[in-house]
Every structure is written in C-alpha cells, then in structure tokens.
C-alpha cells in the first residue's frame, strides 16, 4: 500500500515498496464491508453477487477476503502480487488498507529494518508470524492455600480483526 506524501499528510516512517508486504500476508482476514464489494465489484465489472462469490468468504461473522498460497509466506491476501508485491487492486482496495497502519511508523517495516542491520545483510527477510490466542483469568489456588487470578492461554485461536 504506497503512500503518497502531501503538505496536508503527516510524514510517515516506512516504505511499502521496499516491503515483502507483511500487512498483505500475516492478517488471517481483511474484513470487507458492502462497500467496499461494491467497489470490488465496480472494479472489476462484474455485479455485487458475482464479486461476493469470487473474492470473498465467510469467516465466522464477517466475510473476509479471499486468500491464496504465497511463495514468501505461507499464504496472502488473493489481491497481493507475488512478485512487485504490491496490491494488484490498488484503487479497489477495502477500507481497512487504505487506512492501515494509521499511524506514522509500520511496526513490521521496523522489524523488517532492525533485522536488516542486526544481520548485517540489505537482502534479510524476516518471516514474521502473527498468531493470536485466547487469554482468560481463571482463580488458582497458590501453595498457602490463598486464591490468586492467573493468565491462562487458551488453544482457541483468536478471530481478529485484520488489518
Ligand atoms: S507491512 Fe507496513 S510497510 Fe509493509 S506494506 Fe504493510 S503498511 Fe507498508
Ligand atoms: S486488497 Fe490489496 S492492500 Fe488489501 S490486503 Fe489485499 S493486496 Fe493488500
């Protein structure tokens, strides 16, 4: 997602187009609302129905969009090319990656940087892997008989929102 630097935009701190396109790949959903099939669908010209179908899927409540596999991560978003990765729906893309990262710094673009100097090596590509897990309290009891709140890490993976 390239962002174009205006007066009226504040600077901000990474560079999409020297990026593998983490954003693209580590979210397991880019939540896609009515508008933005709409814009899908007028991008592609085809009708709201045959770009539900084609581009997006059901995931628990939301419908997402579609995904397939990727040579650099296991797998990205199906709009993602796989070799500029850039995002083939630049002007059709859904609400959520126009406004991501919202902030000035990319996190991933970061850690992308940090490992390329700690390496010593320009090319270096970390594989960041983003996995989310249920967290919940539960009440333990401790060696003196006192109950205490403890953290406890579910098995059930999260559904997030993506980007
Ligand atoms: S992870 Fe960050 S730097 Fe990379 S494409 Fe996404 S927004 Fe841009
Ligand atoms: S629609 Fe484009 S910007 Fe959004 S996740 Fe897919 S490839 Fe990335």
């Not at 333990?140 to 559904?159: C, T």
Request: net charge positive; with cysteine.
């Amino acid at each position: 997602m390239e962002k174009t630097i205006t007066d009226e935009q504040k600077r901000v701190h990474y560079n999409c187009s020297k990026c593998p396109a983490y954003c693209c790949a580590i979210y397991e959903r880019v939540q896609v609302t009515k508008r933005d099939i709409n814009r899908l669908a007028k991008h592609f010209g085809v009708t709201v129905e045959e770009a539900t179908k084609r581009y997006t899927k059901v995931w628990g409540k939301e419908r997402v969009l579609r995904r397939k596999k990727d040579r650099i991560f296991k797998e990205a978003c199906m709009f993602l090319d796989p070799d500029t990765r850039g995002c083939t729906i630049y002007h059709g893309r859904p609400a959520v990656c126009r406004e991501y990262p919202a902030r000035t710094r990319c996190v991933y673009y970061d850690a992308l940087q940090f490992e390329r100097r700690q390496q010593d090596d320009p090319e270096a590509l970390p594989l960041i892997q983003l996995t989310f897990r249920k967290v919940h309290k539960k009440t333990v009891g401790d060696q003196n008989g006192k109950e205490r709140r403890k953290r406890v890490i579910g098995d059930k993976r999260k559904q997030v929102n993506g980007k």
